[in-house]
């Protein structure tokens, strides 16, 4: 919707006209609604939410921005919240919706629901940690025995189907709640004679444990293009599924807060949130880089006989330090970006390295061949910038390709995310450790 819309809509509501705002929402898609709703005041977005059904609200709710959706919750009795929306949602978007609140309010919430089963799922889905396929399943899923006859198959699937919007897959579990197989839904029109199930599934699915890491589950599912994956128990019992939505939407959520840590954000935020939210996010790089500047500053206040002896260097400083930066930078960045998609592995460390290091010698090479030619034609031969410029920048290239290699691969067997190493981190440490190599390099050529 744009401005003119949002304006039309705010009057509605501000006049109380609620059949004239009802025919505008009837037609849109609840995402469309949530993308209203966000722009709206909370006491706004709840004029709203009371012209809509039940189910339409839910499904609104889960799509909101989890700030607008927390305060407009915060409005809201545990009772209605229970009633209105937890009734109508999905195992899965029921926990992110509770997962939000405080335990208090989540106690409140789960007590006024009245599926007892539901709300024993929820409960045990929200013991599992959010950053696991036991935190991000859902439980409804079409299940049926792998000794079931055809007919008492088909019968069983139409009356779980009714309780769900989608239906991707149809597991088979043995006896015990193991996962067998998959059920075929063609197989069901072209073998109908067929005396049982597991005469017909396809054994043995691709599935992930309770306790596998959300960024393994993307990969399963990217990998054998999968719309939903089965997660098991320790034992093998079928507990739920994760679909492709689900996924999509943690992919966004793990790239958003990656892109913020590699620009030096030290916390998740938003371009709406409030202005000490977004300082206490930037300041703390902030600050290192200010410390960083004044240690480059105290390494060149050592060396003012050099300068004065050789004022012309002075000139070569940014090109050193932003060069070490940008080498660094392009280095970990691939590195980062093979660890998340698991074509590189952190065990290969000394592999990455020779590479990378092979990559660099060639780069070194080139770029420090081009700044001699300069230097040369600028200075003469002879001039002692001409030769520390260009091997100060060939050992810094080479120093920024190996560090920005070792830095997110040890960071990721240390179990720290390795994104944080693509931002300041790397530019601050590699122009200290530049500066260093000039003047350095300069003193033994003087």
């Known amino acids: 919707m744009n401005n003119d819309d949002l304006t039309n809509v705010s009057d509605l509501i501000e006049n109380k006209e609620s059949e004239k705002l009802k025919e505008i929402l009837k037609d849109l898609h609840p995402a469309d609604i949530a993308e209203l709703c966000n722009e709206l005041d909370a006491e706004d977005a709840r004029f709203i939410y009371l012209l809509l059904d039940n189910e339409k609200a839910a499904d609104v709710l889960i799509e909101m921005d989890e700030d607008a959706r927390k305060r407009f919750l915060d409005l809201l009795p545990s009772e ?19 997962r939000e609140m405080d335990e208090d309010k989540q106690e409140e919430v789960l007590s006024h629901i009245e599926d007892i089963e539901q709300a024993g ?45 989608e239906i991707y897959y149809v597991y088979v579990v043995d006896d015990d709640e ?3 197989g ?14 049982k199930v597991k005469h017909v599934m396809k054994k043995d699915p691709v599935s992930v444990h309770v306790d596998t890491p959300i960024e393994d589950v993307v990969q399963v599912i990217e990998k054998y293009d999968l719309v939903a994956v089965p997660v098991v ?81 002075a000139l070569y400083i940014p090109l050193i330090g932003g060069t070490g930066g940008n080498v660094g ?19 290969n460390t000394f592999k990455q390295v020779l590479k990378e290091s092979v990559v660099a010698l060639i780069n070194a090479t080139i770029i420090s061949m ?34 920005g290699t070792l830095v997110p691969m040890t960071l990721e067997k240390l179990k720290i995310d390795p994104a944080i190493a693509t931002g300041p981190f790397i530019s601050i440490t590699n122009d200290i450790i530049g500066m260093l190599m000039y003047m350095g390099i300069t003193v033994l050529l003087s």
């Open 121 to 165: 799922d929820i409960v045990d889905l929200l013991k599992y940690d959010e950053d696991t396929a036991g935190g991000l399943m859902g439980t409804e899923m079409v299940i049926v025995n792998e000794n079931w006859s055809m007919p008492e198959c088909l019968r069983e699937m139409r009356i779980q189907a009714e309780d769900m919007d």
């Open 233 to 313: 128990d320790s034992i093998g019992r079928l507990v739920g599924r994760i679909t492709v939505d689900d996924v999509m939407d943690e992919v966004r959520e793990q790239a958003e807060r990656d892109y913020q840590l590699a620009s030096g954000l030290s916390q998740d935020v938003e371009s709406d949130d409030n202005v000490f939210r977004q300082t206490t996010a930037r300041l703390p790089w902030l600050i290192i880089g200010m410390l960083g500047g004044i240690g480059n500053s105290m390494i060149l206040g050592n060396f003012d006989s050099t300068f004065a002896a050789h004022p012309e260097m």
């Open 370 to 403: 081009l700044v001699y030619i300069y230097n040369f034609i600028r200075f003469g031969a002879h001039a002692t910038v001409s030769y520390s410029v260009s091997i100060s920048l060939f050992a810094v290239v080479m120093f920024a390709s190996i560090f």
């Open 329 to 347: 930078t392009q280095s970990s960045a691939l590195v980062v970006q093979g660890l998340a998609n698991n074509s590189l592995d952190a065990q």
């Open 182 to 195: 998959v059920f075929p839904l063609k197989k069901m029109i072209t073998s109908p004679s067929v005396s």
């Open 80 to 98: 209605t919240i229970a009633k209105r929306f937890v009734d109508y949602m999905d195992s899965d978007d029921a926990v992110d919706i509770i």
């Open 178 to 180: 193991r996962l067998r």
